[in-house]
């Protein structure tokens, strides 16, 4: 988001100073110094638009279209060609993007990171409690736990609802969680760790990786819906863990199982111990 604000920023910074150059020069063309600082000021604009036509030509449709009309503009066309031409580039690069163009769907990898004022072990608790995700979870209409390592999830795309199938190879209690995943509409593998900041602070950080399929799953894959997504199911997890889960951490357990190779290797012991002192803090109510 903060890129495509530059962008939009360079593009009206460009713009208006090609306009401020011209209006000089039509003003005072005989100056020889406002000729001097117009023609830095223009090279200075060049360079600077030409890293960002850099930077763009990687990114989404919306940059890319940005881009069109932004050169439109600077060949001297009027502001609605150059607007038919930043439009006509996006439904381009979207449907090229959906339909193929020769070559393999791009894979999306994700890197998200929130930091939770809570202790670690509460966070790993609460995020093993996998059929809790839709209660507070937007898109996530079902998650249905077959066994410690099997989950069957249901979540909404756009106006349809899409399922698929995951398989947890990786579980280290307070650490990590890893898995696999298939569905005929595409599938997220990836993994989820837990990072102690401080007693009562845990960051979590997943890493994902994207294998879009159907013409939804392609669409938003191209918006790079599922990446603000994870952003915003991970502020839904933190808002349900502080607003609900530490106010009663007696009545949260998590399974303390560990995992390998997609097998149960073994359990921990889990549950949470009951506090009665209130000045007892969480990371004393957590502490192994």
């Given at each position: 988001?903060?890129?495509?604000?530059?962008?939009?920023?360079?593009?009206?910074?460009?713009?208006?100073?090609?306009?401020?150059?011209?209006?000089?020069?039509?003003?005072?063309?005989?100056?020889?110094?406002?000729?001097?600082?117009?023609?830095?000021?223009?090279?200075?604009?060049?360079?600077?638009?030409?890293?960002?036509?850099?930077?763009?030509?990687?990114?989404?449709?919306?940059?890319?279209?940005?881009l069109a009309g932004a050169?439109?503009?600077?060949?001297?066309?009027?502001?609605?060609?150059?607007?038919?031409?930043?439009?006509?580039?996006?439904?381009?690069?979207?449907?090229?993007?959906?339909?193929?163009?020769?070559?393999?769907?791009?894979?999306?990898?994700?890197?998200?990171?929130?930091?939770?004022?809570?202790?670690?072990?509460?966070?790993?608790?609460?995020?093993?409690?996998?059929?809790?995700?839709?209660?507070?979870?937007?898109?996530?209409?079902?998650?249905?736990?077959?066994?410690?390592?099997?989950?069957?999830?249901?979540?909404?795309?756009?106006?349809?609802?899409?399922?698929?199938?995951?398989?947890?190879?990786?579980?280290?209690?307070?650490?990590?969680?890893?898995?696999?995943?298939?569905?005929?509409?595409?599938?997220?593998?990836?993994?989820?760790?837990?990072?102690?900041?401080?007693?009562?602070?845990?960051?979590?950080?997943?890493?994902?990786?994207?294998?879009?399929?159907?013409?939804?799953?392609?669409?938003?894959?191209?918006?790079?819906?599922?990446?603000?997504?994870?952003?915003?199911?991970?502020?839904?997890?933190?808002?349900?863990?502080?607003?609900?889960?530490?106010?009663?951490?007696?009545?949260?357990?998590?399974?303390?199982?560990?995992?390998?190779?997609?097998?149960?290797?073994?359990?921990?012991?889990?549950?949470?111990?009951?506090?009665?002192?209130?000045?007892t803090s969480q990371?004393?109510?957590?502490?192994?």
């Amino acid at each position: 988001m903060r890129f495509r604000t530059g962008l939009v920023a360079g593009v009206a910074v460009y713009l208006g100073a090609r306009a401020v150059a011209a209006a000089v020069r039509r003003v005072e063309p005989g100056w020889r110094l406002t000729r001097a600082l117009t023609t830095r000021l223009d090279a200075k604009v060049d360079r600077a638009v030409r890293k960002l036509t850099a930077k763009a030509e990687h990114g989404g449709p919306v940059l890319k279209g940005a881009l069109a009309g932004a050169r439109a503009l600077a060949e001297g066309r009027s502001v609605a060609r150059a607007a038919v031409s930043a439009v006509w580039t996006v439904v381009k690069e979207t449907l090229k993007g959906i339909f193929g163009d020769g070559k393999k769907v791009k894979v999306t990898n994700i890197v998200e990171q929130i930091d939770i004022g809570a202790p670690r072990r509460m966070v790993y608790d609460q995020w093993t409690r996998f059929e809790d995700f839709p209660s507070f979870m937007k898109k996530v209409i079902s998650v249905n736990q077959e066994s410690d390592e099997k989950l069957t999830w249901t979540a909404q795309i756009f106006w349809s609802t899409r399922s698929w199938e995951s398989t947890i190879t990786q579980q280290t209690p307070d650490e990590k969680i890893v898995w696999q995943s298939k569905g005929a509409k595409g599938h997220v593998d990836g993994s989820i760790t837990f990072h102690e900041l401080a007693p009562d602070m845990t960051r979590v950080l997943v890493n994902l990786e994207y294998h879009p399929k159907g013409f939804f799953e392609k669409t938003a894959n191209l918006w790079r819906a599922q990446g603000r997504r994870t952003r915003l199911e991970l502020k839904q997890f933190r808002r349900h863990l502080t607003n609900h889960v530490l106010t009663h951490p007696e009545e949260l357990h998590g399974w303390r199982g560990e995992i390998r190779d997609g097998q149960v290797v073994g359990e921990h012991g889990g549950g949470v111990r009951t506090v009665t002192q209130a000045s007892t803090s969480q990371a004393e109510v957590y502490a192994s």
